[in-house]
């Protein structure tokens, strides 16, 4: 696999951090807002893109015909979800596999926007009060407003998601909740909160972006155990057919209560959605060839250059896109479990990221369809170039005793090579650092100061990504570092990454665009070693903590800017990733049943958003028309 699937724009918006000791956030934030009115739409920084009286986003088409399917498979995933298999149908708690697409169908407070970054409108709530000191929220919900066997969403329904997700959910979400000060069923349509003084922006936009679930229906179950009746639904969509491991289908609610609001006009389209369940994504592919699998997002450069070129292709009954994405990349890369010994000295990380050699892979695996990737901040104005400013030497300077000299360099780039394979130079460099960090050679191989010897053991769930570490491998054990692709089930894979039993594994971070409290998740102390958190690397700094409150404090977006620079040199200079690749587009294919909205979203592909199927094409989906 040549890149790694990011969380959706929902999942973006509802993950949050752990706890922060730092300066007063949400009322500054929020500081544009205006105050004690109803409001049809919130945004951290500038203006909404869209006015209270507008009809429909401008990349959903309001014409867009119903019916017909789409089958896909899983390719972005987020809190208990794993990509081939699931067992449950919670994907909100920690405990099991979440199955796919189970945002389909819930409503949520608010709704974002794929046209602007952080900005969200009217779903169940018809609008949005804010205080002065914009602590408190209200939530006014639509009379109209009623789950899937038509009772009425209330607002003690969403309190109850609210209290049962922060008390029981998993931790990704529940930590954000707990900034949670007071909350109340002011009546049956009006949900009022009260923020911690300390809670980021990311509390609202996670309180927004909640499943409503029913009270009723959830009483006398137990939240967190395995679920395998599908739940009351609220959102366009109620679950369908399903076996565990194999496929799960989404029935389209015809009669969807919010079908005619401004922001769902034109938007879920298909009467069916169907994820497919497979070992890995070859399997899937093969899939997708005998027309099991309809729509496919194509993430390997090897596929996407030689394997297109199947008779359905040939005669045109599949089609081939790719489609520009001006979503901020985020980051893929090796993580390193600091956590381990073996990684503890930042030079072994250096020495061992100078063998990865991207030319070569991008030429020999990658078919020259990649850029590198040297930043979490790839496509965003955030990633730190040059030497620090001024503004972000005074967040750097108090930390200058515990930084590497690195940081207030200009920040980490990696070699380049020429594409050949032969890194001598590069592999001399890593035998420096490796002895400077006092490592030594016996029997041609490395020995840490401890004695242990240094061997990496790579883990992934997908043999697609192997031929990638090949060449690694091998540059690694030229210099006397052993190290080997080990490839594990889906299962395992997942229990192993929440109790960080690993080496180094592939993981991406995609930032996110507002000042959220979900960055702890991924970089605070805090989340260092709490099981289930994205913080695989095992990042526990101090001057890290102290930017991360910055940038969840910002009251700006000139300080949010800075802040995440200052991040960005520290999370570099220390080396606690091997940075890989991205592209700043998507690999679409698709069997020619679908038509789309003539403008496309700015941020992400839209197709199970907004495309919809064409009407002399319903019955070749599999559907009776």
């Given at each position: 696999?040549?890149?790694?699937?990011?969380?959706?724009r929902?999942?973006?918006?509802?993950l949050?951090?752990?706890?922060l000791?730092?300066?007063?956030?949400a009322?500054?934030a929020?500081?544009?807002?205006?105050?004690?009115?109803p409001?049809?739409?919130?945004?951290?920084?500038?203006?909404?893109?869209?006015?209270?009286?507008f009809?429909?986003?401008d990349?959903?088409d309001p014409?867009?015909i119903?019916g017909g399917?789409?089958?896909?498979?899983?390719?972005?995933?987020?809190?208990?979800?794993?990509?081939?298999?699931?067992?449950?149908l919670n994907s909100?708690?920690?405990?099991g596999n979440?199955?796919?697409?189970?945002?389909l169908?819930?409503?949520?407070?608010?709704?974002?926007?794929?046209d602007?970054?952080?900005?969200?409108y009217?779903?169940?709530?018809e609008?949005?009060?804010v205080s002065e000191?914009?602590?408190?929220w209200q939530f006014?919900l639509?009379?109209?407003?009623?789950?899937?066997?038509?009772?009425p969403?209330?607002?003690?329904?969403v309190?109850?998601?609210?209290?049962i997700?922060?008390?029981?959910?998993?931790?990704?979400?529940?930590?954000?909740?707990?900034q949670i000060?007071?909350i109340?069923?002011?009546d049956e349509?009006?949900?009022?909160?009260?923020l911690?003084?300390?809670?980021?922006?990311s509390?609202v936009?996670?309180?927004?972006?909640?499943?409503?679930?029913?009270?009723?229906?959830?009483?006398?179950?137990t939240?967190d155990?395995?679920l395998?009746?599908a739940?009351l639904?609220?959102?366009?969509?109620r679950?369908g057919?399903f076996n565990?491991?194999s496929?799960?289908?989404?029935?389209?609610?015809?009669?969807?209560?919010?079908?005619?609001?401004?922001?769902?006009?034109?938007r879920?389209?298909?009467?069916?959605?169907?994820y497919?369940y497979?070992?890995?994504?070859n399997?899937?592919f093969?899939a997708?060839?005998?027309?099991?699998?309809?729509?496919?997002?194509?993430?390997?450069?090897?596929?996407?250059a030689?394997d297109?070129?199947?008779?359905?292709?040939?005669d045109g009954?599949?089609?081939l896109?790719?489609v520009?994405?001006?979503?901020?990349?985020g980051?893929?890369?090796?993580?390193?479990n600091t956590?381990?010994?073996?990684?503890?000295d930042?030079?072994?990380?250096?020495?061992?990221?100078?063998?990865?050699d991207?030319?070569?892979t991008?030429?020999n695996?990658m078919?020259?369809?990649?850029?590198?990737?040297?930043?979490?901040?790839e496509?965003?104005?955030?990633?730190?170039e040059?030497?620090p400013d001024?503004?972000?030497l005074a967040?750097l300077e108090?930390?200058r005793?515990?930084?590497?000299?690195a940081?207030?360099?200009e920040p980490?780039l990696p070699?380049?090579?020429d594409?050949?394979?032969?890194?001598r130079?590069r592999?001399?460099?890593?035998?420096a650092?490796?002895?400077?960090a006092?490592?030594?050679?016996?029997?041609?191989r490395?020995?840490?100061p401890?004695?242990?010897?240094?061997?990496i053991?790579f883990l992934n769930?997908?043999?697609?990504?192997?031929?990638?570490?090949?060449?690694?491998?091998r540059?690694?054990?030229?210099i006397?570092i052993?190290?080997?692709?080990?490839l594990?089930d889906?299962s395992?894979?997942s229990?192993?990454?929440?109790q960080f039993?690993?080496d180094?594994?592939v993981s991406?971070?995609?930032?996110?665009?507002?000042?959220s409290?979900?960055i702890?998740?991924?970089f605070?102390?805090?989340?260092?070693?709490?099981?289930g958190?994205?913080?695989?690397a095992?990042?526990?700094?101090?001057a890290?903590?102290?930017?991360?409150d910055?940038?969840?404090?910002a009251?700006?977006?000139?300080?949010?800017r800075t802040?995440?620079?200052?991040?960005?040199?520290?999370?570099r200079?220390?080396?606690?990733y091997i940075?890989?690749?991205?592209?700043?587009?998507?690999?679409?294919?698709?069997?020619?049943f679908?038509?789309?909205p003539?403008?496309g979203?700015r941020?992400?592909?839209?197709?199970?958003d907004?495309?919809?199927?064409?009407?002399?094409q319903?019955?070749?989906?599999?559907?009776?028309?």
């Amino acid at each position: 696999m040549t890149s790694m699937p990011v969380l959706g724009r929902r999942e973006f918006l509802m993950l949050g951090g752990a706890a922060l000791a730092g300066p007063l956030l949400a009322r500054d934030a929020f500081a544009q807002l205006e105050t004690d009115r109803p409001l049809h739409g919130i945004s951290p920084f500038g203006d909404l893109k869209y006015g209270p009286d507008f009809t429909h986003f401008d990349y959903a088409d309001p014409n867009a015909i119903k019916g017909g399917r789409i089958s896909t498979q899983l390719s972005a995933w987020s809190f208990n979800q794993a990509p081939d298999t699931f067992d449950t149908l919670n994907s909100y708690v920690l405990r099991g596999n979440g199955a796919a697409g189970m945002g389909l169908t819930f409503a949520s407070l608010l709704t974002g926007s794929a046209d602007e970054m952080g900005a969200y409108y009217g779903y169940a709530a018809e609008s949005v009060t804010v205080s002065e000191d914009r602590l408190a929220w209200q939530f006014r919900l639509r009379p109209e407003a009623v789950f899937h066997d038509g009772s009425p969403i209330t607002a003690d329904d969403v309190l109850f998601s609210i209290t049962i997700l922060r008390d029981e959910g998993h931790e990704n979400l529940a930590s954000t909740l707990r900034q949670i000060e007071e909350i109340e069923a002011v009546d049956e349509r009006t949900l009022s909160v009260r923020l911690h003084p300390m809670a980021g922006i990311s509390t609202v936009f996670t309180i927004a972006g909640c499943p409503i679930m029913s009270r009723g229906w959830w009483e006398g179950r137990t939240f967190d155990a395995t679920l395998s009746e599908a739940p009351l639904g609220s959102g366009p969509y109620r679950v369908g057919r399903f076996n565990f491991g194999s496929f799960i289908e989404f029935d389209r609610v015809e009669d969807d209560w919010a079908s005619a609001l401004p922001a769902m006009r034109g938007r879920y389209n298909f009467d069916r959605i169907r994820y497919d369940y497979f070992r890995d994504r070859n399997a899937s592919f093969e899939a997708f060839k005998a027309g099991v699998i309809l729509f496919r997002e194509e993430f390997t450069s090897r596929n996407w250059a030689n394997d297109y070129n199947f008779p359905a292709l040939v005669d045109g009954r599949v089609k081939l896109d790719e489609v520009p994405d001006e979503t901020p990349s985020g980051g893929q890369a090796w993580f390193f479990n600091t956590r381990r010994e073996k990684f503890a000295d930042r030079r072994v990380r250096q020495a061992i990221g100078l063998l990865f050699d991207f030319e070569w892979t991008n030429k020999n695996i990658m078919f020259d369809s990649f850029e590198r990737s040297n930043s979490f901040y790839e496509m965003t104005e955030h990633k730190a170039e040059g030497l620090p400013d001024e503004a972000e030497l005074a967040l750097l300077e108090p930390f200058r005793d515990e930084l590497p000299e690195a940081v207030f360099e200009e920040p980490y780039l990696p070699p380049v090579s020429d594409g050949t394979g032969r890194i001598r130079e590069r592999q001399r460099e890593a035998i420096a650092l490796l002895e400077e960090a006092g490592c030594t050679r016996e029997g041609g191989r490395f020995v840490l100061p401890s004695g242990e010897p240094l061997i990496i053991e790579f883990l992934n769930n997908s043999q697609t990504f192997e031929a990638h570490h090949n060449g690694f491998i091998r540059n690694l054990q030229q210099i006397g570092i052993p190290a080997s692709y080990r490839l594990v089930d889906a299962s395992q894979y997942s229990l192993r990454t929440r109790q960080f039993d690993f080496d180094m594994i592939v993981s991406r971070h995609a930032m996110a665009p507002y000042p959220s409290r979900g960055i702890r998740q991924s970089f605070g102390s805090e989340t260092a070693n709490a099981p289930g958190s994205m913080n695989l690397a095992g990042v526990a700094h101090p001057a890290v903590d102290a930017i991360l409150d910055r940038i969840i404090a910002a009251q700006s977006w000139e300080e949010f800017r800075t802040a995440n620079r200052a991040l960005d040199r520290i999370l570099r200079a220390e080396h606690y990733y091997i940075f890989q690749w991205y592209k700043p587009a998507r690999w679409l294919a698709f069997w020619d049943f679908y038509d789309r909205p003539e403008t496309g979203p700015r941020f992400g592909h839209g197709v199970l958003d907004t495309w919809w199927t064409r009407p002399d094409q319903v019955r070749a989906t599999g559907m009776s028309g």
